[in-house]
């Protein structure tokens, strides 16, 4: 029982160790690139940095008030662990971007500006995520309304930064770094998948075929993974089926095709996207 809450309070702090960490590196990409150049990125950190344009009032108090009702909104909706997380990279991002605020930027070339505050800033959200927090409110709206909506989250989180970017540019900047901030905005988002999912491509191939044993011999020597068989049913011929199950990095995944090619031709091979995997001893370079 107690190294089971030792392990657990180890996890915590490793959790808010990584969104100190994550939360400071964003702050670094918003006030050492972009915001001195002004080039937005989406969601409140952009609208933190509209109003702080109007006002002349500090991007950080705005980037704590406008997170204020989404985190409401999250800790009705997502639990109280969730919010108190977000609050807590918000306030690290706040502090963070008051500091920096006062030193030089590292450029004033605003091809540069885009590109490395982009890729440093999505490092910092990645990371705030992976670790169950976040650093944008309008996130957690996005995921409430996609459940009642046939949209994808990305689809209304992007539609959400589209309107903050005009407005960016009809209100305090340019249509140039308006467009400036839409490709940070892309460039960012990447890079969060980078570092939340990692940088290897897993997938999951499944694989319906009348001669199973012999594929699953065959990939066992090519590849060194792990399989598992699925006990199916021909839904025509109503005979038993056994269905391979396995997960390949992308690299390995020409082998699969060409070792069940060889084997039958005739073979049903289903491929889909896996954005993580854990457990069962998994371990990308060898079988699970």
Known sequence: MAATKKKRVIKEVTQLVTITIGAIIAAFG????????????????????????????????????????????????????FTLRT??????????????????????????????????????????????????????????????RTV??????????????????????????????IIT????????????EGMEELKSVTIISDVPEEIAEALLKQLGRGMTYIQGQGVFSN????????????IELSTVRSVVDDIDPNALVAIENVADVSGSNFDKSGGH
């Not at 006062?102 to 070339?109: I, N």
């Not at 905005?185 to 939340?196: G, L, Q, R």
């Not at 089926?241 to 390949?248: E, M, N, R, S």
């Open 239 to 250: 005979e038993p089926k056994k269905i391979i199950y396995t997960i390949v990095s992308r």
């Open 30 to 81: 918003l006030d050492m690139f972009l915001v001195p150049n002004a080039i937005l990125d989406g969601g409140v950190i952009g609208l933190s940095i509209i109003a702080a344009e109007l006002t002349n009032i500090s991007m950080s108090i705005f980037l704590i008030v406008f997170n204020l009702p989404f985190l409401y909104i999250g800790y009705r909706r997502m639990g109280l662990k």
């Open 152 to 181: 994808s989250v990305g689809q209304i989180v992007m539609v959400m930064n589209l309107f903050i970017f005009v407005l960016a540019a009809l209100l305090v900047f340019s249509w140039e770094t308006a467009m400036y901030s």
């Open 87 to 148: 609050l807590y990279g918000v306030i690290i991002l706040s502090g963070a971007t008051a500091y920096l605020h006062h030193f030089e930027p590292v450029t004033d070339d605003l091809f540069l500006a885009t590109i490395i505050g982009a890729v440093i800033l999505g490092t910092g959200v990645g990371l705030v995520i992976r670790a169950g927090g976040a650093l944008d409110g309008t996130e957690i709206i996005a995921i409430l309304v996609s459940k009642k």
């Open 185 to 196: 905005y892309f460039i960012a988002f990447k890079m969060i998948d980078v570092v939340v």
